[in-house]
């Protein structure tokens, strides 16, 4: 890992910009929490960190009010990174479903998902052993965002994650049904009851499939884009819960 830049936020937060490999990222680390603090993984949509970095720090801030470390990383194909043809192909078919009013099929949805989980997580693994090597960062890990597939899959495989918010906004395939039931770690999953580009009753059905013997649902009215503040604060009590 390689810090690329530095600054100090008006609240005292640390931000720094990172590289691992040909991976960006950012760290945030709270101004006056006594070191080590939690890990909080921030999770976000492939549209590329630049677009996605005001909801980002914004959610950074409050997580460091709260005495948590946050971290983020560019996805596969998303921002500076090189371009990959055969997601942009299934993003293409999948605008194209929904702008025509048509079903979006399990064979748009599998493109879309399935090789990104199998791209990123194990690049959010890498990220998360350079950032437990640093001696301002310390356990337990939390995991909070989307895509929720990505959450689920790393959720499954990554032990050192002990605690999941979810936001079910996202497509979910039908094979990641199977590996929602082999997670355990307590979940706090986030609903836009009417998110115009979320199936609702998959949203449901993959809470259902959950295996967390805690598992709390927060359905919300409103938009992808309307979550309340109340929500946050309890996503933050969550992790307040659960890491410290």
Same mark, same amino acid.
């Given at each position: 890992?390689? +810090?690329? @830049?530095?600054?100090?936020?008006? /609240?005292?937060? *640390?931000?720094?910009? +990172? ?7 950012? *760290?945030?680390? !709270? ?20 677009? &996605?970095?005001?909801? $980002? ?10 005495? =948590? ?20 192909? %299934?993003?293409? /078919? *999948?605008?194209?479903? &929904?702008?025509?009013?048509? !079903?979006? @099929?399990?064979?748009?949805?599998d493109a879309l998902i399935l090789p990104l ?14 950032? $437990?090597?640093? !001696?301002?960062?310390?356990? !337990? ?24 918010? +979810?936001? %079910? ?6 094979? &990641? ?9 307590? $979940? ?13 009753? #998959? %949203?449901? /059905? $993959?809470?259902?499939? +959950?295996?967390?013997?805690?598992? @709390?649902?927060h359905a919300n009215m409103g938009g992808h884009?309307?979550?309340?503040? =109340?929500?946050? /604060? %309890? #996503? ?9």
């Open positions: 890992m390689q +810090f690329t @830049s530095e600054q100090r936020l008006d /609240d005292g937060v *640390l931000e720094r910009e +990172f590289t691992l490999g040909e991976i960006p990222g950012i *760290l945030w680390t !709270p101004a006056s929490a006594p070191a080590p603090v939690p890990l909080i993984l921030l999770g976000h949509p492939p549209l590329g960190l630049h677009k &996605m970095y005001p909801r $980002l720090v914004a959610r950074a801030r409050h997580s460091a009010a709260e005495g =948590f470390a946050t971290a983020t990383i560019e996805l596969p194909g998303s921002g500076d990174r090189p371009r990959w043809p055969a997601a942009e192909q %299934a993003r293409a /078919d *999948l605008h194209r479903a &929904m702008e025509a009013g048509e !079903p979006v @099929s399990d064979e748009i949805v989980v199998e791209k990123s997580v194990p690049e959010w693994q890498a990220a998360l052993d350079a950032l $437990l090597s640093l !001696p301002e960062i310390g356990g !337990p890990v939390g995991y909070s965002g989307g895509v929720i597939s990505i959450g689920v899959r790393l959720a499954v495989v990554e032990p050192r994650i002990v605690a999941a918010g +979810f936001f %079910a906004g996202s497509f979910v395939p039908r094979a &990641m049904f199977e590996e929602a039931r082999q997670v355990t770690i307590p $979940l706090h999953v986030l609903l836009q009851w009417d998110d115009e580009g979320n199936d609702r009753q #998959a %949203a449901l /059905d $993959l809470f259902d499939a +959950f295996s967390s013997k805690e598992k @709390s649902l884009t309307g979550v309340p503040q =109340f929500a946050g /604060d %309890a #996503a933050a009590q969550f992790f307040t819960r659960h890491l410290k």
